[in-house]
């Protein structure tokens, strides 16, 4: 019989993340053994997570530890930790991020009551994760019953948080089969396929605006996050639901307004942690063109001097308040 719920955690070079995210499940999910399974796809780490595998196989014996002989990227990496999951819903968390304590719990309540397509998990997020008892404590959970639009605006680029998002396998491989080559693979946002395609096919979506989980600041690298987030992720959204869908314009509009302004001023000026710096702007110019917001705001905050740039910024954050009023 299959299980509720799969955390599946793909791993590479992070052995001490690696090991505070195991023992934190080792502990939250006590009591939930026979409803939940842990798959860790090792991408041929060269430090020592092998070790940090082998401990956590002694403690939690169910698990399931894939071991790739050798890098094959985080893409497949990632879609492999999907695929091998046998739960009815798939839960991938990054190894450097990490369920806040009690989440578990409420989250597998939710999803034994609710039988949801999707969920979304807020998430707290924070410069170094020390315990899972770390930042605010939930005393409840505020939980959203939301339609596709209303899931569309509020998460908007967010989808692209793997630690986030919940999805139900078992219902989504009702509406497509999984593709035997993963459709956005090199783009770095592989989850897409199945969380956007959730999205398009589903119809019972959960929001928790508690915070869930523990995020790491900063900590992604490896990838050029301006052709990620502002080339590869408008045209895959565009690509699933089609330009004139209001999904599409729900999620872009919103990345556009909330999202970018600060993005590009973090990637510009280096505030994000040690991107690699990149200029992809005649790619973005035919990705974002359409919205006057790009030609008014954001252009100038990615391209005129920095402090005529910083004026832009402050416009944004104006028009963001006013909006939120």
């Not at 819903?89 to 939710?110: H, R």
């Not at 989980?213 to 089609?242: D, E, H, M, R, W």
């Not at 832009?312 to 104006?318: A, G, K, N, R, V």
Request: aromatic share 12%; glycine share 6%.
């Amino acid at each position: 019989m299959n299980k509720l719920l799969t955390i599946s955690i793909p791993t590479y070079n992070r052995s001490s993340n690696l090991q505070l995210l195991l023992d934190t499940l080792i502990v939250e999910l006590n009591g939930f053994e026979n409803l939940v399974e842990v798959i860790v796809s090792d991408n041929a780490s060269t430090d020592t997570t092998n070790s940090v595998l082998l401990d956590f196989k002694e403690r939690f014996p169910s698990a399931v530890i894939i071991r790739n002989e050798k890098n094959v990227g985080p893409d497949l990496n990632i879609s492999a930790c999907f695929n091998s999951a046998t739960s009815k819903y798939v839960w991938i968390i990054g190894d450097d991020d990490l369920p806040k304590s009690g989440a578990i719990k409420e989250i597998v309540s939710l999803l034994n009551n609710n039988n949801p397509h999707m969920v979304y998990l807020q998430s707290e997020w924070v410069v170094k994760i020390n315990n899972a008892d770390q930042g605010v404590r939930n005393n409840s959970y505020l939980i959203q019953k939301m339609n596709r639009e209303e899931l569309a605006q509020q998460v908007n680029v967010w989808f692209t948080f793997i630690s986030g998002v919940i999805v139900n396998k078992t219902y989504l491989r009702t509406c497509v089969t999984g593709a035997e080559t993963p459709r956005f693979l090199g783009t770095y946002l592989v989850q897409l396929e199945w969380v956007l395609d959730t999205l398009k096919y589903g119809n019972d979506f959960l929001y928790i605006s508690s915070p869930c989980v523990l995020a790491t600041a900063g900590n992604s690298g490896g990838y050029t996050p301006l052709t990620v987030f502002a080339v590869n992720f408008p045209c895959i959204v565009k690509q699933v639901f089609g330009k004139t869908s209001t999904v599409y314009k729900n999620i872009m509009t919103s990345t556009v307004v909330k999202f970018f302004p600060s993005f590009f001023w973090c990637m510009r000026f280096n505030h994000s942690g040690g991107f690699e710096k990149e200029s992809p702007w005649h790619l973005i110019n035919t990705e974002l063109g359409e919205y006057k917001y790009y030609w008014c705001i954001l252009m100038p905050i990615g391209r005129f001097p920095k402090y005529i740039s910083k004026l832009f910024l402050w416009t944004s954050q104006i028009i963001l308040k006013c909006i939120k009023k």
